[in-house]
């Protein structure tokens, strides 16, 4: 039987395997939507960093830190964003919340998980 996963787009490593819709790299921990699963999902809809839909009133976990611009102070990951709103717009922040410490923030899909 032939593999058919591919390579890890973030570490190259062979190793990678299905779980679900995602494929999970074990050397490095990425987790993606192959392309073409992608291809068949709609464009009107906002995804988190790992492929996961996202909907109003969700709650998200930052995967990766963050500096707000503007200020010294760093979101850190793991953080939990409570009520999102998904609102596209420009520069590609297409989440709106308040996250507790820091106020209303513009944030991008591609830093978050839903949890």
Not at 3 to 21: F, K, L
Not at 59 to 80: E, H, Q, R, Y
């Amino acid at each position: 039987m032939v593999d058919e996963t591919p390579n890890c787009p973030e570490c190259a490593g062979t190793q990678t395997y299905a779980m679900g819709s995602l494929v999970v790299c074990p050397g490095c921990g990425h987790e993606w939507v192959p392309e073409e699963s992608r291809d068949a999902v709609s464009d009107d809809v906002i995804r988190d960093a790992v492929g996961n839909v996202l909907a109003d009133g969700d709650t998200v976990t930052i995967i990766k830190d963050m500096k707000v611009k503007g200020s010294s102070n760093i979101l850190k990951v793991g953080t939990k964003v409570r009520n999102i709103r998904l609102t596209p717009g420009p520069g590609g922040h297409d989440v709106e919340a308040k996250v507790d410490g820091f106020g209303p923030l513009y944030l991008k899909s591609s830093i978050m998980k839903k949890a």
